[in-house]
T-cell receptor, first 112, second 115 residues
Framework: ELKVEQNPLFLSMQEGKNYTIYCNYS?????LYWYRQDPGKSLESLFV?????AVKQEGRLMASLDTKARLSTLHITAAVHDLSATYFC????????????FGKGTRLSVIA | NAGVTQTPKFQVLKTGQSMTLQCAQD?????MSWYRQDPGMGLRLIHY???????DQGEVPNGYNVSRSTTEDFPLRLLSAAPSQTSVYFC??????????????FGPGTRLTVL
């Protein structure tokens, strides 16, 4: 059974600081997805990582995938208040269109 | 394109009532799914479908029924609502192809309260 664990689950960080959110998963997969959810809103796709070593960047966010370690990271550079949201990672088992399994999410709060 | 649409946005039910949450997509996606989101639980898969006429159970299917008569629509039926079904429900869709990946697009959600 595929399990996905994120840590930390809650993160309060100061503006301008850097931090990393971790996403570990339990079975072999080379497809990992990051989503953002603002309070009371739906999920918005941030990154799709499709192979070992994949790195994607958008603004102050950078995501990477290490399939050998079964680990993805979401790195936040010089945080700003607008990045406050809940971030989810999700994995499928790469054998076709199987359901995504989501982590529990990391609630990020960026404070001045 | 409207993307993935859900109705209603909000609903209050009494215990024992039944209702259908509607989901539609206009992206010609074969794959559709329903999740529920509860505080501290992340998203949990209820049911999913890989095409018209094909559905399967997810992690938490009890108390819910689905059908997929067209590619566009994937309604979720609550048979006899219980307070434990109070949640936010999201519908999502994606392409289905051997070489594709499973980036799902989410609807705006339905916030359901069962009294």
């Amino acid at each position: 059974e595929l399990k996905v664990e994120q840590n930390p689950l809650f993160l309060s960080m100061q503006e301008g600081k850097n931090y990393t959110i971790y996403c570990n998963y339990s079975t072999t997969s080379d497809r990992l997805y990051w989503y953002r959810q603002d309070p009371g809103k739906s999920l918005e796709s941030l990154f799709v990582l499709l192979s070992n070593g994949a790195v994607k960047q958008e603004g102050r966010l950078m995501a990477s995938l290490d399939t050998k370690a079964r680990l993805s990271t979401l790195h936040i550079t010089a945080a700003v208040h607008d990045l406050s949201a809940t971030y989810f990672c999700a994995v499928d088992n790469s054998s076709g269109n199987t359901p995504l399994v989501f982590g529990k999410g990391t609630r990020l709060s960026v404070i001045a | 394109n409207a993307g993935v649409t859900q109705t209603p946005k909000f609903q209050v039910l009494k215990t024992g009532q039944s209702m259908t949450l509607q989901c539609a997509q206009d992206m010609n996606h074969e794959y559709m799914s329903w999740y529920r989101q509860d505080p501290g639980m992340g998203l949990r898969l209820i049911h999913y479908s890989v095409g018209a006429g094909i559905t399967d159970q997810g992690e938490v299917p009890n108390g819910y029924n689905v059908s997929r008569s067209t590619t566009e629509d994937f309604p979720l039926r609550l048979l006899s609502a219980a307070p434990s079904q109070t949640s936010v429900y999201f519908c999502a869709s994606s392409r289905l192809a051997e070489s594709s990946y499973n980036e799902q697009f989410f609807g705006p959600g339905t916030r359901l309260t069962v009294l």
